[in-house]
């Protein structure tokens, strides 16, 4: 299928993304069991000949699949974090996004 | 505004996600959701409490391990997966939680949580209906009359599927731009509800999860025969809001965000039925001397 690509080009962009999610947590992504049961996979899936191969193509749908997966998931995280996810804003800092300042009652306001 | 329609959004998934949230009310009270002050407040995330994530092979299949303790699904049933391919990426995700365990980024978990557990108690007769209720309305057959440039888009895109779907199943499916939407003969619908018998109960639930995120059972039936990738069926299913943001641009915390989201549940979906259908077989070649 046209669309999927070259195989190697999914393959380094799953490597990237194990890279990614190891982040800073010590160890090489390769270490990692996932990434080398994909390497053993691309590795035992290559052909010679350039005949379509019906497991190759299953292959490289599903780590494709699992490419978007986890490069969606990141993406997603990162917006999430970035936007979503911290709960209604207190009435403060609400105000505070328009720029004004809520009144303050030196006194108290009467009912506490 | 936005994390209350961000509840709503959740809530279309009902069975999925309560269940997802069930793991952790379970185990922790006091994370219950009545407790928080903010009616929107999310709830606080549970700390990483394991070191090491390995799978290892047990009666029932393959298990995923979190340092010495065995992972359970919410109804406290051993966590078990039919295929060693799942079960690795399940652990990826288990492994790939930082300081905190997030649930709304583990698809896959949470699929396989559905299957084992069936929260919703249905038969698998009973989830093919369900899918089969979205053919009526599939979002690729509802067309608009205007405006020109939606119109022709739609039919450059959607019409080469329809004909593919038509062709490969052999069935009559048609567009229409009424509210009634087209009518869909009934032959159509029993090879549609054939075909998905033949899936075991575990892919059915996928299939019905990637049915509810595309909003078309068409567009899914793409993607299990792997005529579409996940990118392409997305981009399918969010046409009108493609054309939309083409027109009025893009807006990163509601357009991007759902996007994303919309892709990984996909593509957890699509994932998750090939992985529980395949039978690995490996076939060596004869050595020739």
């Given at each position: 299928?046209?669309?999927?690509?070259?195989?190697?080009?999914?393959?380094?962009?799953?490597?990237?993304?194990?890279?990614?999610?190891?982040?800073?947590?010590?160890?090489?992504?390769?270490?990692?069991?996932?990434?080398?049961?994909?390497?053993?996979?691309?590795?035992?899936?290559?052909?010679?000949?350039?005949?379509?191969?019906?497991?190759?193509?299953?292959?490289?749908?599903?780590?494709?699949?699992?490419?978007?997966?986890?490069?969606?998931?990141?993406?997603?995280?990162?917006?999430?974090?970035?936007?979503?996810?911290?709960?209604?804003?207190?009435?403060?800092?609400?105000?505070?996004?328009?720029?004004?300042?809520l009144p303050q009652q030196p006194g108290g306001k009467g009912w506490e | 505004m936005w994390s209350g329609w961000f509840q709503c959004r959740?809530?279309?998934?009902?069975?999925?996600?309560?269940?997802?949230?069930?793991?952790?009310?379970?185990?922790?009270?006091?994370?219950?959701?009545?407790?928080?002050?903010?009616?929107?407040?999310?709830?606080?995330e549970r700390k990483r409490f394991y070191q090491n994530v390995t799978i290892s092979q047990g009666e029932g299949g393959f298990e995923i391990?979190?340092?010495?303790?065995?992972?359970?699904?919410?109804?406290?049933?051993?966590?078990?997966?039919?295929?060693?391919?799942?079960?690795?990426?399940?652990?990826?995700?288990?492994?790939?939680?930082?300081?905190?365990?997030?649930?709304?980024?583990?698809?896959?978990?949470?699929?396989?949580?559905?299957?084992?557990?069936?929260?919703?108690?249905?038969?698998?007769?009973?989830?093919?209906?369900?899918?089969?209720?979205?053919?009526?309305?599939?979002?690729?057959?509802?067309?608009?009359?205007?405006?020109?440039?939606?119109?022709?888009?739609?039919?450059?895109?959607?019409?080469?599927?329809?004909?593919?779907?038509?062709?490969?199943?052999?069935?009559?499916?048609?567009?229409?731009?009424?509210?009634?939407?087209?009518?869909?003969?009934?032959?159509?619908?029993?090879?549609?509800?054939?075909?998905?018998?033949?899936?075991?109960?575990?892919?059915?639930?996928?299939?019905?999860?990637?049915?509810?995120?595309?909003?078309?059972?068409?567009?899914?039936?793409?993607l299990l025969d792997k005529h579409l990738t996940v990118e392409h069926a997305v981009l399918l299913s969010r046409l009108e809001e493609e054309?939309?943001?083409?027109?009025?641009?893009?807006?990163?915390?509601?357009?991007?965000?759902?996007?994303?989201?919309?892709?990984?549940?996909?593509?957890?979906?699509?994932?998750?039925?090939?992985?529980?259908?395949?039978?690995?077989?490996?076939?060596?070649?004869?050595?020739?001397?």
């Amino acid at each position: 299928m046209a669309l999927l690509g070259s195989p190697l080009r999914t393959f380094r962009g799953l490597a990237r993304e194990f890279r990614l999610a190891q982040g800073g947590a010590g160890g090489s992504f390769r270490d990692v069991p996932a990434y080398r049961y994909l390497r053993e996979a691309f590795r035992a899936h290559r052909v010679t000949s350039e005949k379509l191969c019906r497991a190759q193509h299953d292959l490289h749908f599903q780590a494709a699949t699992y490419l978007c997966l986890l490069r969606s998931v990141r993406k997603h995280l990162t917006l999430h974090k970035e936007y979503h996810g911290k709960g209604d804003r207190t009435a403060e800092q609400v105000a505070g996004l328009v720029g004004l300042k809520l009144p303050q009652q030196p006194g108290g306001k009467g009912w506490e | 505004m936005w994390s209350g329609w961000f509840q709503c959004r959740w809530v279309l998934q009902p069975c999925v996600v309560q269940h997802l949230r069930a793991t952790f009310v379970l185990r922790c009270p006091a994370f219950s959701p009545g407790a928080s002050k903010r009616l929107y407040t999310p709830q606080a995330e549970r700390k990483r409490f394991y070191q090491n994530v390995t799978i290892s092979q047990g009666e029932g299949g393959f298990e995923i391990n979190l340092d010495h303790r065995k992972l359970k699904t919410p109804q406290a049933k051993l966590f078990t997966v039919p295929s060693e391919t799942l079960a690795l990426a399940v652990a990826t995700e288990w492994d790939s939680q930082r300081d905190t365990i997030k649930p709304y980024t583990m698809h896959l978990t949470t699929l396989c949580n559905t299957a084992l557990d069936n929260p919703s108690q249905r038969t698998k007769d009973q989830i093919i209906r369900a899918a089969l209720k979205f053919l009526e309305t599939d979002t690729i057959c509802y067309r608009v009359e205007e405006p020109p440039a939606l119109v022709e888009l739609q039919k450059n895109e959607w019409d080469p599927i329809i004909e593919w779907a038509e062709k490969r199943y052999n069935v009559v499916i048609g567009s229409s731009t009424s509210i009634m939407g087209p009518s869909i003969p009934q032959s159509t619908k029993d090879i549609f509800i054939s075909h998905l018998a033949s899936y075991n109960t575990w892919a059915l639930q996928g299939i019905e999860y990637m049915i509810t995120q595309l909003k078309s059972l068409i567009l899914s039936m793409g993607l299990l025969d792997k005529h579409l990738t996940v990118e392409h069926a997305v981009l399918l299913s969010r046409l009108e809001e493609e054309y939309q943001i083409q027109r009025w641009g893009n807006v990163e915390w509601a357009h991007d965000y759902d996007l994303h989201e919309m892709r990984s549940r996909t593509a957890a979906a699509t994932l998750f039925v090939h992985l529980c259908t395949e039978s690995a077989t490996v076939k060596h070649k004869l050595l020739q001397d």
